[in-house]
């Protein structure tokens, strides 16, 4: 059974770093591309950044880049998004998924609050 | 960047209808579009997959078409499940874009 859990959420200040990291299990990992998706509070949906199955290339969208970097250890089948220098637009849910046609999975997603 | 306009943002409809929802891209997106339901507190799940492909383990109710800029997902028999929020997602160019949901309410 394919798993994505996402971790490391949680309340930070302006300004502050957070990491996150989706576990990945019930597949080859590093077959597959990923993504990272959130979703503010009764908001629709914003993709945020991907990475090649080898990691050798990185996605980003333009509000995040500098800032955030998706990076990934197949060895270990997780998934990470070091997010720096946070700003309340950031408050969101965060969202693992694969990247791949019919392949489409997503984790239970994991809340950031960017608040002082 | 490709814009995605999805309408329409609110749908209420009867069990037994047929319904439409439709995207339009900014720009040529090669049937690279996906269509997703979401439940309140769940993550979105895949319904289609590049135009017309249905996802394993979907209804078969559930069928999209399109090409170019134009795109409809459509239920053929709408049931008491099938509430939630639609999104359709370009997977063509980066950045990758969502359209902005249509919520479907069951009357």
């Known amino acids: 059974e394919v798993q994505l859990v996402e971790s490391g959420g949680g309340l930070v200040q302006p300004g502050r770093s957070l990491k996150l990291s989706c576990a990945a299990s019930?597949?080859?990992?590093?077959?597959?591309?990923m993504h990272w998706i959130r979703q503010a509070p009764t908001k629709g949906l914003e993709w945020v950044a991907s990475?090649?199955?080898?990691?050798?290339?990185?996605y980003y969208r333009d509000s995040v880049k500098g800032r955030f970097t998706i990076s990934r250890d197949n060895a270990k089948s997780t998934l990470y998004l070091q997010m720096d220098s946070l700003r309340s637009e950031d408050t969101a849910t965060y969202y693992c998924a694969t990247a791949g046609p019919g392949f489409d999975y997503w984790g239970q997603g994991v809340m950031v609050t960017v608040s002082s | 960047d490709i814009q995605m306009t999805q309408s329409p943002s609110l749908l209420s409809a009867s069990v037994g209808d047929r319904v439409t929802i439709n995207c339009k891209a900014s720009q040529n997106i090669n049937k690279y579009l996906n269509w997703y339901q979401q439940k309140l507190g769940e993550a979105p799940k895949l319904l289609i997959y590049?135009?017309?492909n249905l996802q394993t383990g979907i209804p078969s109710r559930f069928s999209g078409s399109g090409s170019g800029t134009d795109y409809t997902l459509t239920i053929s028999s709408l049931q008491p499940e099938d509430f939630g929020t639609y999104f359709c997602?370009?997977?063509?160019?980066?950045?990758?874009?969502f359209g902005s949901g249509t919520k479907l309410e069951i009357k």
């Open positions: 590049n135009t017309n």
């Open positions: 997602f370009q997977h063509n160019s980066w950045p990758l874009t």
């Open positions: 019930g597949f080859t990992f590093s077959n597959y591309g």
């Open positions: 990475i090649s199955p080898s990691g050798g290339s990185t």
